[in-house]
């Protein structure tokens, strides 16, 4: 990652002119789970995946030209590997939200919060902080009893998955912290090599599928294409602009506590527009999996 200067802090009103992008990413982000449950089957999974990335790479491409341009062959070759995990965490996110409710996979993907720290202190050999553990196991209890909300049995596929996806993330986070030569990367062409190697390895997987992308697209009504346009415009590209934008006018840590509200919003939508019932239970263990992410990032700052 390119470095970049510590911005100074910023007047009230000032702040609030940040926050706000911020805080419609982590809506449109907690809104996206839904949006990829409505548009999508088990069948279309990666037609739709490829159209939703491919929409959108042109217009990386154009914007981060010369960038792709300065890339050594080992940055290539790191933002490559990059893409393989990302495209494996799309996969499991959007299979896994097709068999689960949105709610459920907004929450449940949150621990990648809780599961970064702890990859990171078994890497480092060092031990977390108690107050970190008490976070992380508050978490694991409260994604239980979100899972059952509707009495205790085996959790559906598509939970599991999302927390498979939440390791990955894991996994992309850590792997991108130890190539020295992505780091030394700019963020807009690293993320456009990533998007594209993963929608060249949506594009092979879908080969011989009975269900193209262009099938699909050509199925598409009206609703999901507007799902699709929502994914791609602003879950995808106005989402990852904001981030840049915001990151030079206010602290990472803003940022990441700002983004970390997207459960909130996934709950929201998947409630208030999906319809989704959790009941007692799964209330219960929302409430936890929001409390336990929140305290786990506090205390591990």
């Not at 720290?117 to 050999?125: G, I, M, S, W």
């Not at 991108?176 to 594009?203: C, I, N, S, W, Y």
Request: glycine share 10%; hydrophobic share 55%; proline share 4%.
């Amino acid at each position: 990652m390119s470095t970049i200067a510590v911005p100074r802090p910023l007047a009230p009103r000032r702040a609030w002119l940040t926050d706000l992008p911020l805080l419609l990413v982590a809506a449109v982000w907690g809104g996206s789970y839904l949006a990829a449950k409505d548009i999508t089957t088990a069948r279309t999974v990666l037609a739709v995946l490829v159209l939703r990335f491919a929409l959108v790479l042109p217009a990386l491409v154009l914007a981060s030209w010369r960038g792709l341009r300065a890339l050594g062959p080992a940055q290539w070759r790191g933002a490559g590997l990059l893409g393989l995990i990302l495209s494996g965490i799309f996969l499991l996110e959007t299979y896994g939200v097709v068999h689960t409710s949105a709610t459920n996979a907004g929450l449940i993907i949150s621990l990648t919060m809780i599961f970064t720290p702890l990859a990171e202190a078994a890497v480092t050999r060092t031990r977390p902080a108690r107050a970190f553990l008490g976070a992380a196991a508050l978490s694991v209890v409260g994604v239980v009893l979100l899972t059952q909300g509707g009495g205790f049995t085996r959790p559906a596929a598509g939970d599991l998955l999302m927390l498979l996806a939440a390791l990955a993330r894991t996994v992309h986070v850590l792997v991108m912290a130890r190539l020295k030569h992505v780091q030394e990367a700019g963020a807009l062409p690293l993320t456009t090599v990533q998007l594209g190697t993963a929608v060249v390895v949506f594009a092979l997987l879908s080969t011989g599928s009975d269900t193209t992308p262009w099938a699909t697209a050509a199925d598409f009504g009206a609703r999901e294409w507007a799902g699709l346009l929502f994914l791609s415009a602003l879950c995808t590209l106005f989402a990852f602009f904001v981030q840049m934008w915001a990151v030079r006018r206010t602290s990472p840590s803003r940022v990441s506590l700002l983004l970390g509200t997207e459960p909130l919003w996934a709950a929201a939508a998947g409630i208030a527009l999906g319809g989704e019932r959790l009941g007692a239970l799964g209330l219960l263990g929302g409430a936890l999996v929001l409390v336990g992410t929140a305290w786990g990032r506090r205390s591990s700052g």
